[in-house]
């Protein structure tokens, strides 16, 4: 005959680690909900055309411009960073000074 065996009653100390480590995972939670940047809403448009000073001041703070970077430094998705070193390019603001294959460095001039 096979035998209806149901789980087996855990010690109290392994319960109670479990529980600590809950309570440890939901503070962690809680604490990167409140670490999170705003970013801009899906779907709007995002422009720095008359704001290229202040543009410049948030990038010249990194080491390397890199896309992702400047999408940090911006808080803005890496697609709008993309955009905004183009146009900061074609203007004469920036310059490339290395990377390869759209991984490029750039430098305020």
């Known amino acids: 005959m ?5 789980t087996k009653k855990r010690p109290l100390a ?14 962690k939670k809680k604490e990167q909900k409140g670490k999170q940047t705003k970013r801009a809403a899906p779907g709007t448009r995002v422009t720095f055309a ?9 990038l010249k703070e990194s080491k390397a411009i890199t896309v992702y970077a400047a999408a940090r430094a911006l808080g803005v998705k890496a ?6 070193l183009r146009e900061l390019e074609s203007k004469g603001l ?6 390869f294959s759209g ?6 001039i």
């Open 103 to 108: 991984h490029y460095v750039y430098k305020v």
């Open 14 to 27: 392994s319960m109670e680690k479990e529980q600590k480590k809950e309570d440890e995972s939901e503070q």
């Open 2 to 6: 096979i035998g209806m065996g149901g």
């Open 50 to 58: 008359s704001k290229d000073e202040d543009t410049l001041k948030a």
């Open 94 to 99: 920036i310059q490339k000074v290395g990377g």
């Open 79 to 84: 697609s709008v960073a993309v955009s905004t």
